[in-house]
């Protein structure tokens, strides 16, 4: 028996358009997983024509749209094995000047819509139980400069996941959180734009460097797979030593 095998698992993974989605979903189905992936728009998923991995379309923000799409997955085969919560924004603009539209719209992504997720995955897999693997932060941690209200939610997915892993842990669920550190994705382009920033950045960062947006696939498979079977309500730090959590 490979422990690690994802093999003929279905999983939905959000944000599968690009950044850690993107490799998440490419990681899984080379894995031999049966992968759906979520974008916002059909235009942002569309690169998934012609793979392994069924493109749904899917914004967080809607009340239904995650309920839809995990019914129909669920409808399709039987079952959902994991749900990969990795769908977030950022939001990077001096504490004092966040509007209130932008704050609506990152709980809304990234805290209720999260939530919802959760819930409804949980309603559908109640007999089975089920696997839930929430994308937070190593700010969700340790704060982060000019992130506050970004890593206030992503401090709650940390919260979320190890409530929910205690609350749903006797119908067969585990919960986890990963927690990738700074990231080579759109999500972390305008820090990379600035030299003088970045450099000092990567100096704080005891491997020296960001992570490629694959590296938090072994991570994700651990957490999918039965190698991890005992483990529930923790966080997985990806970091490269920054958080030392
Ligand atoms: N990059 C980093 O340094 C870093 C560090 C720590 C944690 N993380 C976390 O890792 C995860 C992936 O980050 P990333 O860097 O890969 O991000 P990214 O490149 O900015 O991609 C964000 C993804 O989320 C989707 N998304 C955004 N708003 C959404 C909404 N309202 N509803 C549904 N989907 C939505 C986007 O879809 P569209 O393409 O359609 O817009 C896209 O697929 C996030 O949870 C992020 O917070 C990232």
Redesign the pocket.
């Known amino acids: 028996m490979n422990l690690f095998s994802v093999k003929d698992k279905t999983v939905l993974i959000?944000?599968?358009?690009?950044?850690?989605?993107?490799?998440l979903a490419e990681g899984f189905a080379d894995a031999g997983a049966i992968v759906y992936g979520?974008?916002?728009?059909s235009?942002?998923?569309a690169w998934t024509a012609g793979s392994a991995i069924k493109g749904l379309?899917?914004?967080?923000?809607?009340e239904s749209?995650m309920k839809d799409a995990m019914a129909a997955i669920h409808q399709e085969h039987g079952r959902l094995d994991c749900l990969l919560?990795?769908?977030?924004?950022?939001l990077d603009v001096p504490a004092s000047a966040i509007k209130e539209a932008d704050l609506d719209?990152l709980v809304?992504?990234?805290f209720k819509?999260l939530f919802r997720a959760c819930q409804a995955y949980y309603k559908l897999q109640r007999k089975e139980g089920g696997n839930i693997i929430n994308?937070?932060?190593?700010?969700?941690l340790v704060g982060g400069y000019l992130m506050s209200a970004?890593a206030g939610t992503?401090g709650a997915?940390i919260q979320i996941s190890k409530s929910l892993a205690l609350e749903w842990a006797r119908s067969g669920f585990r919960v986890n959180a990963?927690?990738?550190?700074?990231?080579?994705?759109?999500?972390?382009a305008k820090?990379r734009q600035n030299s003088d920033y970045s450099d000092k950045l990567i100096e704080s960062i005891p491997l020296r460097r960001?992570?490629r947006?694959d590296e938090?696939l072994g991570p994700a498979i651990f957490l999918a797979s039965e190698a991890s079977s005992y483990i529930t309500g923790t966080s997985i730090v990806v970091?490269g030593g920054v958080s030392r959590h």
């Open positions: 959000t944000g599968a358009s690009r950044g850690i989605g993107r490799a979520t974008g916002t728009r235009e942002s998923i379309v899917v914004d967080l923000r809607s749209a919560n990795n769908a977030a924004m950022a719209s809304d992504t990234n819509g994308v937070a932060s190593v700010v969700g970004y992503k997915v990963l927690c990738p550190g700074f990231t080579e994705t759109d999500m972390t820090i960001m992570a947006p938090m970091d």
